[in-house]
């Protein structure tokens, strides 16, 4: 059984302007040890499949039209509030894009992360090193002593004292390992990252992503990385699924899908691979017009942009075919160009 | 947003246009805003003609009935009638024009001295700036219902020097809005351009900066028309401003003090009216800046 | 921060000879002749002039107001034309009064306000949340020396579960003078009794003089919980499993107060110039009737002494509200 599975998950967005299909039949399965790169241009919907993986969509404003999210087998999207609470933080860790803005301001970052840890240690007793009888105060003191660990284990120096302090007396790279260390000290299995360096100093970046690779060797973690760029796919994960307009249009290990790409997509993406110049999301030199997600067409979404585009591929929307074993593109001329 | 880059980029007057179209959506969308709206339009028709058909135009006039004092409220005399014998439903009717208009020339007169104020002090800045916003700012500290009323005693009675009393206490609040509106509008590069152009400072003022900084004032107008009704109200009600034969609401209530508990609709009814006018213009002020303010939207 | 607050009090020294000049300024603007009032409509030209000589105001106006202002510092507010009395000394008893009562309401506006605004965010948009909006709005738009009325009618008059209005029943003997605030005092005298008694009296006017804080707190509250709720961190918070309530009750709570702590500062010197209308309803023997009826004469010296006395304890309580801030916020320096 996959540690996760998402099966033809439907999206729809309401909004001032009507609501939008934002993701169409979202297929993705990730296996135990798995390190996923979900690469795709802005607003193809890569943050709103992470944040469906932990429920976090607020509905309204969104709704599931269908599919299914399958964690350990167990449908997620028909769990109830206090399952999905006992999942998040413990099971399942996330990390976010910017860490100057995902920190709470007004706390010390160790009273967060102790929260995180009491609340991960009362769903399982063992992350704390206790067992169910524990008293409160044991559990925060082996919570706290959880957090300086778990801040010296990200490289925080002088963690013992550093827990104490608020987040503004912490630079950027710094700030992103305390919420590296706040979404592993609950040893969740499963981890979520949405750009999790997309908002880091270049220099910084690389330090980061050495420090996820490390951690995620260590423990063992299974990894979903949100991502503008290839070349951390290409440097850190074991496979990638490539998103355009709300879907996934090719999905595989790395090595078979980037020296053989399948999909127009994804060699265009990888023609521009980014420099410098170009502004972040932004695809260069790729002509055309992403279609509305209101009024989306009933064929390939992505035939707008597509210098092979027929007729064909405005029928209905192409499935997924198998190139070679694991990897899938969804295209209708697939091994063809 | 992806149907963003399908429509491509509009004009200005199109997204100036769809911004007014959403606001008015939402407005539409806001039962409070119509229920203001209502209560507004209907207190200003019976600010217009209730003065001409009231049952008994005569009490307004400051006509008394000894024999009918203290009649409870019945079909003849809706609002019952008080210690003179006066018909309360025609006195508050009467008294919705002067709450209004005396509630109206409150926030135009401290609109306009508050605006020359702070379009002077934008303006020059420095030490002008300075000194005038001290001067504001002082004032802001100063308790504004006992400068209204100490005022409005001095001068002596009657709604004319009330209402400039009160008007007196509520400038600064426009002055610090117009200030801040007119140092960003200076920079702007229509008026570096007529200033090239060598116009003086109060033509530019007049012909170039406040007509673009008019919006927000009207707005602050019209949030602020509810608070001026209530405190032209309150002095009316501590006894400094008008004479009794004016039919103010404060007034009327604070006379009817006197017979409580047994005669209290004659407390009872000014004070609803006090209270219905003042909320009505609150809801409708809270539902425009709902509209021309997105942000504070939700 | 000690450093700091030493630095703001001494501020307060401009702006307090700003104050001082301003008031005086505008009294003398003002037309009208308190001497003249205060000698009596009898009074010959000669009687008028030796009062004036007596108060001291028939000297140059800089003169009139370098002695005003060495005055104050020296606790000599002037004294009233009237009754004769020192400023000073009225306000020692009235003002007291009056904190009393704006406290009473504060705490209370506060304590309902906040909670009331958090749930009133967290419904956004439905039927709470329309309703605590709704009655907000109506409360704040609710006048309230009419509000004072209603409530006099209903537990004073009718329930009769109240005392009508004051401040102590006259024939009884109140707790001895400490703070002038008669609910500590009669705590501190340890008399129960007259603890209740004072409370009693207390809750009318409290009561009528909360609403409108209480309301426009709940509003502040609601929309800056509104503004919180939307940041990331409370989405890492959620995505880590911290539970709906530790989120919102200490989280989001501690950051939408201290927004909202600006309105509550702003407020204390809002409702102490607003008394009066309270105070008037309840015969709450305060620095509002007693501004009243010092106006109603006018006899300018309590008029200048309550103004600034109110105009000190709200650059006092925006002190008090930006320390608090501090606290709150650990990214504030006090430097
Ligand atoms: N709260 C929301 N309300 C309305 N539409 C939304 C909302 N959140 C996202 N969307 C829409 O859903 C689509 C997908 O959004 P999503 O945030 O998943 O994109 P993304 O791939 O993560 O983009 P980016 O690279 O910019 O992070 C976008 O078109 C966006 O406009
Ligand atoms: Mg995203």
């Given at each position: 059984?996959?540690?996760?599975?998402?099966?033809?998950?439907?999206?729809?967005?309401?909004?001032?302007?009507?609501?939008?299909?934002?993701?169409?039949?979202?297929?993705?399965?990730v296996?135990?040890?798995?390190?996923?790169?979900?690469?795709?241009?802005?607003?193809?919907?890569?943050?709103?499949?992470?944040?469906?993986?932990?429920?976090?969509?607020?509905?309204?404003?969104?709704?599931?039209?269908?599919?299914?999210?399958l964690?350990?087998?167990?449908?997620?999207?028909?769990?109830?509030?206090?399952?999905?609470?006992?999942?998040?933080?413990?099971?399942?860790?996330?990390?976010?894009?910017?860490?100057?803005?995902?920190?709470?301001?007004?706390?010390r970052?160790?009273?967060?992360?102790?929260?995180?840890?009491?609340?991960?240690?009362?769903?399982?007793?063992?992350?704390?090193?206790?067992?169910?009888?524990?008293?409160?105060r044991?559990?925060?003191k082996a919570?706290?002593?959880l957090?300086?660990?778990?801040?010296?284990?990200?490289?925080?120096?002088?963690?013992?004292?550093?827990?104490?302090?608020?987040?503004?007396?912490?630079?950027?790279?710094?700030?992103?390992?305390?919420?590296?260390?706040?979404?592993?000290?609950?040893?969740p299995d499963?981890?979520?990252?949405?750009?999790?360096?997309?908002?880091?100093?270049?220099?910084?970046?690389?330090?980061?992503?050495?420090?996820?690779?490390?951690?995620v060797?260590e423990?063992?973690?299974?990894?979903?990385?949100?991502?503008?760029?290839?070349?951390?796919?290409?440097?850190?994960?074991?496979?990638?699924?490539?998103?355009?307009?709300g879907?996934i249009?090719?999905?595989?290990?790395?090595?078979?899908?980037?020296k053989?790409?399948?999909?127009?997509?994804?060699?265009?993406?990888?023609?521009?691979v980014?420099?410098?110049?170009?502004?972040?999301?932004?695809?260069?030199?790729?002509?055309?017009?992403?279609?509305?997600?209101?009024?989306?067409?009933?064929?390939c979404?992505?035939?707008?942009?597509?210098?092979?585009?027929?007729?064909?591929?405005?029928?209905?929307?192409?499935?997924?075919r198998?190139?070679?074993?694991?990897?899938?593109?969804?295209?209708?001329?697939?091994?063809?160009? | 947003?992806?149907?963003?880059?399908?429509?491509?980029?509009?004009?200005?007057?199109?997204s100036?246009?769809?911004?007014?179209?959403?606001?008015?959506?939402?407005?539409?969308?806001?039962?409070?805003?119509?229920?203001?709206?209502?209560?507004?339009?209907?207190?200003?028709a019976?600010?217009?003609?209730?003065?001409y058909?009231?049952?008994?135009?005569?009490?307004?006039a400051?006509?008394?009935?000894?024999?009918m004092?203290?009649?409870?409220?019945?079909?003849?005399?809706w609002?019952?009638?008080?210690?003179?014998?006066?018909?309360?439903?025609?006195?508050?009717?009467?008294?919705?024009?002067?709450?209004?208009?005396?509630?109206?020339?409150?926030?135009?007169?401290?609109?306009?001295?508050?605006?020359?104020?702070?379009?002077?002090?934008?303006?020059f800045?420095?030490?002008?700036?300075?000194?005038?916003?001290?001067?504001?700012?002082?004032?802001?500290t100063?308790?504004?219902?006992?400068?209204?009323?100490a005022?409005a005693?001095?001068?002596?009675?009657?709604?004319?020097n009330?209402v400039?009393?009160?008007a007196?206490?509520?400038?600064?609040?426009?002055?610090?809005?117009?200030r801040?509106?007119?140092?960003?509008?200076?920079?702007e590069?229509?008026?570096?351009?007529?200033?090239?152009?060598?116009?003086?400072?109060?033509?530019i003022?007049?012909r170039?900066?406040?007509?673009?900084?008019?919006?927000?004032?009207?707005?602050?107008?019209?949030l602020?028309?509810?608070?001026?009704?209530?405190?032209?109200a309150?002095l009316?009600?501590?006894?400094?401003?008008?004479?009794?034969?004016?039919?103010?609401?404060?007034?009327?209530?604070s006379?009817?003090?006197?017979?409580?508990?047994?005669?209290?609709?004659t407390?009872?009814?000014?004070?609803?009216?006090i209270?219905?006018?003042?909320?009505?213009?609150?809801?409708?002020?809270?539902?425009?800046?709902?509209?021309?303010?997105?942000k504070?939207?939700? | 921060?000690?450093?700091?607050?030493?630095?703001?009090?001494?501020l307060?020294?401009?702006?307090?000879?700003?104050?001082?000049?301003?008031?005086?300024?505008?009294?003398?603007l003002?037309?009208?002749?308190?001497?003249?009032?205060?000698a009596?409509?009898?009074?010959?030209?000669?009687?008028?002039?030796s009062?004036?000589?007596?108060?001291?105001?028939?000297?140059?106006?800089?003169?009139?107001?370098?002695?005003?202002a060495?005055g104050?510092?020296?606790?000599?507010?002037?004294?009233?034309?009237?009754?004769?009395?020192?400023?000073?000394?009225?306000?020692?008893?009235?003002?007291?009064?009056?904190?009393?009562?704006v406290?009473?309401?504060?705490?209370?506006?506060?304590?309902?306000?906040?909670?009331?605004g958090l749930v009133?965010?967290?419904?956004?948009?439905?039927?709470?949340?329309?309703?605590?909006?709704?009655?907000?709005?109506?409360a704040?738009?609710?006048?309230?020396?009419?509000?004072?009325?209603?409530?006099?009618?209903?537990?004073?008059?009718?329930?009769?579960?109240?005392?009508?209005?004051?401040?102590?029943?006259?024939i009884?003997?109140?707790p001895?003078?400490v703070?002038?605030?008669?609910?500590?005092?009669?705590?501190?005298?340890?008399?129960?009794?007259?603890?209740?008694?004072?409370?009693?009296?207390?809750?009318l006017?409290?009561?009528?003089?909360?609403?409108?804080?209480?309301?426009?707190?709940?509003?502040?509250?609601?929309?800056?919980?509104?503004?919180?709720l939307?940041?990331?961190?409370?989405?890492?918070?959620?995505?880590?499993?911290?539970?709906?309530?530790?989120?919102?009750?200490?989280?989001v709570?501690?950051n939408?107060?201290?927004?909202?702590?600006?309105?509550?500062?702003l407020?204390?010197?809002?409702?102490?110039?607003?008394?009066?209308?309270?105070?008037?309803?309840?015969?709450?023997?305060?620095?509002?009737?007693?501004?009243?009826?010092?106006?109603?004469?006018?006899?300018?010296?309590?008029?200048?002494?309550?103004?600034?006395?109110?105009?000190?304890?709200?650059?006092?309580?925006?002190?008090?509200?930006?320390?608090a801030?501090?606290?709150?916020?650990?990214?504030?320096?006090?430097?």
């Amino acid at each position: 059984m996959a540690l996760l599975e998402i099966r033809n998950l439907h999206l729809a967005m309401r909004s001032f302007e009507g609501e939008a299909h934002v993701l169409n039949g979202i297929d993705l399965k990730v296996d135990t040890g798995e390190i996923w790169g979900v690469v795709g241009e802005t607003g193809c919907g890569k943050s709103l499949t992470g944040l469906s993986i932990s429920r976090l969509v607020p509905t309204p404003p969104a709704r599931y039209l269908a599919g299914e999210i399958l964690f350990e087998g167990r449908d997620l999207l028909a769990a109830s509030e206090a399952e999905m609470r006992a999942l998040r933080g413990r099971r399942i860790g996330m990390i976010f894009q910017d860490p100057t803005t995902n920190l709470n301001p007004v706390f010390r970052i160790g009273d967060q992360m102790v929260d995180v840890a009491l609340h991960a240690g009362h769903a399982d007793p063992a992350v704390l090193g206790l067992d169910r009888r524990a008293s409160g105060r044991a559990r925060r003191k082996a919570a706290r002593a959880l957090a300086v660990r778990m801040l010296e284990r990200v490289g925080i120096p002088d963690a013992a004292r550093r827990v104490d302090d608020y987040p503004h007396q912490f630079s950027g790279g710094m700030r992103q390992r305390v919420l590296i260390a706040m979404a592993l000290i609950g040893k969740p299995d499963l981890l979520i990252a949405d750009e999790p360096t997309t908002a880091l100093d270049v220099s910084v970046q690389a330090q980061i992503l050495r420090l996820i690779h490390d951690l995620v060797v260590e423990d063992g973690l299974t990894v979903v990385m949100i991502t503008h760029n290839l070349g951390v796919v290409a440097q850190l994960c074991t496979h990638v699924a490539v998103m355009y307009a709300g879907n996934i249009v090719e999905a595989g290990p790395v090595r078979p899908v980037f020296k053989n790409p399948g999909h127009p997509y994804t060699r265009a993406l990888m023609a521009a691979v980014p420099t410098a110049g170009t502004k972040r999301g932004e695809l260069a030199g790729l002509p055309g017009i992403v279609p509305s997600l209101f009024k989306p067409p009933p064929g390939c979404r992505f035939a707008t942009r597509c210098a092979h585009a027929t007729a064909a591929c405005d029928l209905g929307a192409p499935a997924m075919r198998e190139l070679s074993p694991g990897h899938s593109v969804a295209c209708v001329l697939a091994g063809e160009i | 947003m992806s149907a963003a880059v399908e429509t491509g980029p509009r004009n200005a007057l199109s997204s100036r246009w769809q911004n007014w179209r959403r606001g008015a959506y939402r407005f539409r969308q806001s039962t409070l805003s119509i229920v203001g709206l209502v209560i507004v339009a209907l207190l200003i028709a019976v600010a217009l003609v209730g003065p001409y058909v009231v049952p008994h135009p005569e009490h307004v006039a400051g006509g008394v009935s000894t024999a009918m004092r203290f009649r409870p409220p019945s079909a003849q005399f809706w609002f019952g009638t008080n210690e003179l014998g006066q018909d309360v439903f025609s006195l508050v009717v009467a008294g919705s024009r002067i709450s209004l208009l005396a509630g109206l020339a409150v926030v135009v007169i401290a609109a306009i001295f508050g605006t020359l104020i702070g379009a002077v002090a934008g303006y020059f800045g420095r030490w002008v700036d300075e000194a005038l916003m001290r001067f504001t700012d002082l004032m802001l500290t100063l308790p504004s219902l006992i400068l209204a009323m100490a005022i409005a005693a001095a001068l002596g009675p009657g709604i004319g020097n009330m209402v400039f009393a009160i008007a007196m206490s509520w400038w600064p609040g426009f002055a610090r809005l117009v200030r801040g509106e007119v140092m960003a509008k200076k920079e702007e590069v229509f008026v570096q351009a007529a200033r090239a152009l060598g116009a003086g400072a109060p033509r530019i003022l007049m012909r170039h900066i406040l007509p673009n900084v008019i919006s927000p004032i009207i707005v602050k107008m019209s949030l602020d028309m509810g608070f001026a009704i209530l405190t032209v109200a309150s002095l009316g009600f501590v006894g400094i401003g008008v004479k009794p034969p004016t039919p103010e609401w404060g007034s009327l209530l604070s006379l009817a003090r006197g017979y409580m508990p047994d005669y209290w609709w004659t407390a009872i009814f000014p004070g609803m009216a006090i209270f219905l006018a003042v909320f009505g213009f609150n809801l409708l002020g809270d539902g425009l800046r709902d509209v021309l303010d997105p942000k504070a939207r939700r | 921060m000690l450093i700091y607050t030493v630095r703001r009090l001494l501020l307060l020294i401009p702006v307090l000879v700003g104050l001082s000049l301003l008031v005086f300024t505008i009294s003398h603007l003002l037309p009208g002749d308190p001497v003249k009032l205060a000698a009596g409509p009898q009074a010959t030209q000669a009687e008028i002039q030796s009062l004036a000589r007596e108060l001291g105001t028939d000297r140059p106006l800089p003169a009139q107001y370098w002695s005003y202002a060495t005055g104050l510092v020296k606790g000599d507010w002037g004294q009233s034309v009237l009754t004769r009395r020192p400023v000073w000394d009225d306000l020692k008893i009235y003002l007291p009064a009056t904190l009393e009562l704006v406290i009473a309401a504060m705490v209370l506006a506060v304590a309902i306000g906040l909670p009331a605004g958090l749930v009133s965010a967290v419904y956004a948009n439905r039927w709470p949340d329309y309703l605590s909006r709704t009655l907000s709005l109506a409360a704040i738009s609710m006048p309230r020396f009419f509000l004072g009325l209603l409530l006099q009618l209903a537990f004073a008059m009718w329930l009769l579960w109240l005392p009508l209005g004051g401040r102590f029943p006259i024939i009884d003997e109140p707790p001895p003078f400490v703070t002038g605030f008669l609910t500590i005092d009669a705590l501190v005298a340890g008399d129960l009794g007259a603890f209740a008694t004072a409370l009693k009296h207390l809750a009318l006017p409290a009561a009528a003089m909360c609403l409108s804080p209480l309301a426009t707190i709940t509003r502040m509250m609601r929309a800056s919980t509104l503004e919180v709720l939307q940041q990331d961190y409370v989405l890492t918070e959620r995505a880590l499993g911290l539970s709906q309530r530790l989120i919102l009750f200490k989280y989001v709570f501690k950051n939408a107060l201290s927004a909202t702590l600006t309105v509550i500062g702003l407020y204390v010197g809002w409702l102490l110039g607003g008394t009066v209308l309270v105070e008037t309803v309840f015969d709450w023997p305060g620095i509002g009737l007693y501004a009243t009826k010092a106006i109603v004469t006018q006899d300018f010296m309590p008029v200048m002494g309550v103004t600034l006395a109110i105009g000190v304890v709200f650059i006092l309580s925006n002190l008090v509200v930006d320390l608090a801030y501090g606290l709150l916020n650990p990214r504030v320096r006090y430097e």
